[in-house]
C-alpha cells in the first residue's frame, strides 16, 4: 500500500517529465520538410523544365532543403547547364543523391551532381564518364575538341573546388571519361557521403554545414527526421518527354508521309490526311527539341517524295525500293546514332519499313490490276454506273471521286447509293439516288 508521501513523490516525478517534454517540443520548433525530385532520366529541355520548376517551387514554398535523387545517363548540354544554374542559385541548400542502388550520374550527371551543396550516393552507384561529344555522340575532332574539353575540365573542376571536392579526379573524369564506384568516389573526396535511403542520409548529415553559391552564407543542415514531400514528372511532362523519343519521333514521321501520301493519291477521305498532319506536327515538336542531322532529315524528305510519285510513274517498283533505303538511312542518321544517348533502334526502323514496303506491294499491286482493266473510250462510258456518295456534292464511282447533283437538286446524304445519269461538261455527274437491295 503507498503511503501519501510516495504518491505525491509519484505525482512531482510525473509533473517534471512532462514539463521536460513540452519544453523540448517547444524549443525544437516546427519538422523540417526536404522536397525530394525524382529525376530517373535522360538530361533534355523536357526534364530541365521540371527539376528547375521544381527546385523554384521548393524555395518559393519554404523548404527547409532540395534533394535531386538522381540516375542519369547524361544528356544534352544547354539542358545540364540550366539545372546546375538553378542549383547555385537555389537560397536553400541542394542535396543531390545519387541512388536508388545500380544508379549513375553519367556525363551530364556529373555536373548536375558537383553542382549540389551536399552530394551522396547510394552504395552500388557509380559516378562520372564526362568526356564531351558532340551532338551524334562522336568524338569531337581537332583543335575544337582541345577547346570543348579544356572548356568542360574547367567548368567542372570549379563546380568541385567551390564545394572542397577533389578537383583532380574532376579534370580526369571529362579528359579521361574516368568513372567511380561510390565507395571510391567517397575515398577520393568526390563525393560528401554514402547513405542507403535518403532518411537515413538526412540522419548522417544533421549538422552538416555548407555555404551559398554567393558565398554570404553559410547553411547548418538540421534535417533528421525531416517531412519528405517527393514529386515525379507530370503526366503533361511525360507525355512531352515520350514525344522526344528518336524511335517516337520516326514512327510519327512515317505515319505523317503516309497519311499525306495517301490523301495525295485519293484526296476526300480526309481521315489518312488528318492523322498524318498531326503526325507530322508531333514529330516536328520532338525534332525541334532534340539536335538533329540535316543528311537524315533530307533523306526523309526524299524517301517521302518517292513514295509519293510510285503511283504517278512507271517504275516497276524501283521507286518503292529507294524510298525504303531513304527511310532506313535517313532514320538512322537522323540523330546521329554511334554512342549517342539518343538514337533510333534499328530493329525499329526496319520493322517500320517492312510496314511501308508491304504497303507499298500492295498499292502497286492495285494499280497494276487497273492498267490491265480493258481500256475504255469516252467520259459517256461512265453512263449507268452506280456508285456512293462521299460528301455533300461528291460521288465515288470506279474508286474516283467526282463532283455530283441530283436530279431536281434532292440532297445526297453520306453514303447513299447512286447511279449516274449523265455527265455534264466532262466534270459533273448527273445522278439519281437508287435504293439498296438485299437478298
Given at each position: 500500500?503507498?503511503t501519501?508521501?510516495?504518491?505525491?513523490?509519484?505525482?512531482?516525478?510525473?509533473?517534471?517529465?512532462?514539463f521536460?517534454?513540452?519544453?523540448?517540443?517547444?524549443?525544437?520548433?516546427p519538422?523540417?520538410?526536404?522536397?525530394?525530385?525524382?529525376?530517373?532520366?535522360?538530361?533534355?529541355?523536357?526534364?530541365?523544365?521540371?527539376?528547375?520548376?521544381?527546385?523554384?517551387?521548393?524555395?518559393?514554398?519554404?523548404?527547409?532543403?532540395?534533394?535531386?535523387l538522381?540516375?542519369?545517363?547524361?544528356?544534352?548540354?544547354?539542358?545540364?547547364?540550366?539545372?546546375?544554374?538553378?542549383?547555385l542559385?537555389?537560397?536553400?541548400?541542394?542535396?543531390?543523391?545519387?541512388?536508388?542502388?545500380?544508379?549513375?550520374?553519367?556525363?551530364?550527371?556529373?555536373?548536375?551532381?558537383?553542382?549540389?551543396?551536399?552530394?551522396?550516393?547510394?552504395?552500388?552507384?557509380?559516378?562520372?564518364?564526362?568526356?564531351?561529344?558532340?551532338?551524334?555522340?562522336?568524338?569531337?575532332?581537332?583543335?575544337?575538341?582541345?577547346?570543348?574539353?579544356?572548356?568542360?575540365?574547367?567548368?567542372?573542376?570549379?563546380?568541385?573546388?567551390?564545394?572542397?571536392?577533389n578537383?583532380?579526379?574532376?579534370?580526369?573524369?571529362?579528359?579521361?571519361?574516368?568513372?567511380?564506384?561510390?565507395?571510391?568516389?567517397?575515398?577520393?573526396?568526390?563525393?560528401?557521403?554514402?547513405?542507403?535511403?535518403?532518411p537515413?542520409?538526412?540522419?548522417?548529415?544533421?549538422?552538416?554545414?555548407?555555404?551559398s553559391?554567393?558565398?554570404?552564407?553559410?547553411?547548418?543542415?538540421?534535417?533528421?527526421?525531416a517531412?519528405?514531400?517527393?514529386?515525379?514528372?507530370?503526366?503533361?511532362?511525360?507525355?512531352?518527354?515520350?514525344?522526344?523519343?528518336?524511335?517516337i519521333?520516326?514512327?510519327?514521321?512515317?505515319?505523317?508521309?503516309?497519311?499525306?501520301?495517301?490523301?495525295?493519291?485519293?484526296?476526300?477521305?480526309?481521315?489518312?490526311?488528318?492523322?498524318?498532319?498531326?503526325?507530322?506536327?508531333?514529330?516536328?515538336?520532338?525534332?525541334?527539341?532534340?539536335p538533329?542531322?540535316?543528311?537524315?532529315?533530307?533523306?526523309m524528305?526524299?524517301?517521302?517524295?518517292?513514295?509519293?510519285?510510285?503511283?504517278?510513274?512507271?517504275?516497276h517498283?524501283?521507286?518503292?525500293?529507294?524510298?525504303?533505303?531513304?527511310?532506313?538511312?535517313?532514320?538512322?542518321?537522323?540523330?546521329?546514332?554511334?554512342?549517342?544517348?539518343y538514337?533510333?533502334?534499328?530493329?525499329?526502323?526496319?520493322?517500320?519499313?517492312?510496314?511501308?514496303?508491304?504497303?507499298?506491294?500492295?498499292?502497286?499491286?492495285?494499280?497494276?490490276?487497273i492498267?490491265?482493266?480493258p481500256?475504255?473510250?469516252?467520259?459517256?462510258?461512265?453512263?449507268?454506273?452506280?456508285?456512293?456518295?462521299?460528301?455533300?456534292?461528291?460521288?465515288?464511282?470506279?474508286?474516283?471521286?467526282?463532283?455530283?447533283?441530283?436530279?431536281?437538286?434532292?440532297?445526297?446524304?453520306?453514303?447513299?447509293?447512286?447511279?449516274?445519269?449523265?455527265?455534264?461538261?466532262?466534270?459533273?455527274?448527273?445522278?439519281?439516288?437508287?435504293?439498296?437491295?438485299?437478298?
Amino acid at each position: 500500500m503507498k503511503t501519501p508521501f510516495v504518491r505525491a513523490f509519484l505525482a512531482l516525478f510525473a509533473g517534471v517529465a512532462a514539463f521536460l517534454v513540452l519544453a523540448s517540443s517547444a524549443s525544437a520548433g516546427p519538422q523540417s520538410r526536404v522536397l525530394a525530385i525524382e529525376f530517373e532520366n535522360d538530361v533534355n529541355p523536357v526534364t530541365a523544365d521540371y527539376v528547375t520548376d521544381e527546385i523554384d517551387r521548393a524555395n518559393r514554398d519554404g523548404y527547409d532543403a532540395v534533394a535531386i535523387l538522381l540516375d542519369t545517363p547524361g544528356g544534352l548540354s544547354e539542358s545540364m547547364r540550366k539545372i546546375y544554374k538553378k542549383e547555385l542559385a537555389s537560397e536553400i541548400p541542394v542535396i543531390v543523391y545519387v541512388s536508388p542502388n545500380g544508379a549513375r550520374a553519367a556525363s551530364a550527371g556529373v555536373w548536375i551532381s558537383e553542382a549540389a551543396d551536399l552530394l551522396a550516393m547510394a552504395p552500388q552507384t557509380n559516378i562520372g564518364s564526362s568526356t564531351p561529344i558532340n551532338e551524334g555522340g562522336n568524338n569531337i575532332q581537332s583543335d575544337l575538341r582541345r577547346k570543348v574539353v579544356n572548356d568542360a575540365a574547367a567548368s567542372l573542376q570549379a563546380l568541385a573546388k567551390y564545394h572542397d571536392r577533389n578537383t583532380a579526379w574532376a579534370a580526369d573524369a571529362v579528359r579521361k571519361a574516368s568513372n567511380l564506384p561510390a565507395y571510391e568516389a567517397l575515398r577520393m573526396n568526390v563525393i560528401d557521403f554514402i547513405a542507403p535511403s535518403l532518411p537515413a542520409l538526412l540522419e548522417k548529415t544533421d549538422g552538416y554545414r555548407t555555404k551559398s553559391a554567393d558565398g554570404q552564407r553559410t547553411f547548418v543542415l538540421h534535417l533528421e527526421g525531416a517531412q519528405v514531400d517527393t514529386v515525379q514528372m507530370s503526366f503533361w511532362k511525360q507525355i512531352l518527354d515520350t514525344l522526344i523519343d528518336p524511335n517516337i519521333i520516326v514512327l510519327l514521321l512515317s505515319v505523317g508521309t503516309l497519311g499525306i501520301v495517301v490523301e495525295l493519291w485519293a484526296p476526300g477521305h480526309i481521315f489518312p490526311g488528318t492523322v498524318g498532319a498531326i503526325s507530322l506536327i508531333l514529330a516536328l515538336f520532338g525534332l525541334s527539341v532534340l539536335p538533329i542531322s540535316w543528311a537524315g532529315i533530307l533523306l526523309m524528305i526524299l524517301a517521302a517524295a518517292f513514295f509519293a510519285a510510285e503511283p504517278f510513274v512507271t517504275s516497276h517498283g524501283a521507286l518503292t525500293a529507294a524510298a525504303i533505303v531513304s527511310f532506313v538511312f535517313g532514320s538512322l542518321l537522323l540523330f546521329e546514332p554511334a554512342g549517342s544517348a539518343y538514337q533510333v533502334s534499328l530493329p525499329v526502323v526496319i520493322a517500320i519499313a517492312g510496314v511501308l514496303g508491304l504497303f507499298m506491294f500492295f498499292v502497286l499491286a492495285k494499280i497494276v490490276q487497273i492498267r490491265r482493266r480493258p481500256a475504255t473510250v469516252g467520259m459517256q462510258t461512265i453512263v449507268g454506273e452506280r456508285g456512293v456518295v462521299r460528301r455533300e456534292g461528291y460521288v465515288a464511282v470506279h474508286g474516283e471521286l467526282w463532283r455530283a447533283h441530283a436530279d431536281g437538286g434532292a440532297p445526297l446524304p453520306p453514303g447513299q447509293e447512286v447511279e449516274v445519269e449523265a455527265v455534264e461538261d466532262g466534270l459533273t455527274l448527273a445522278v439519281r439516288a437508287v435504293e439498296k437491295t438485299t437478298a
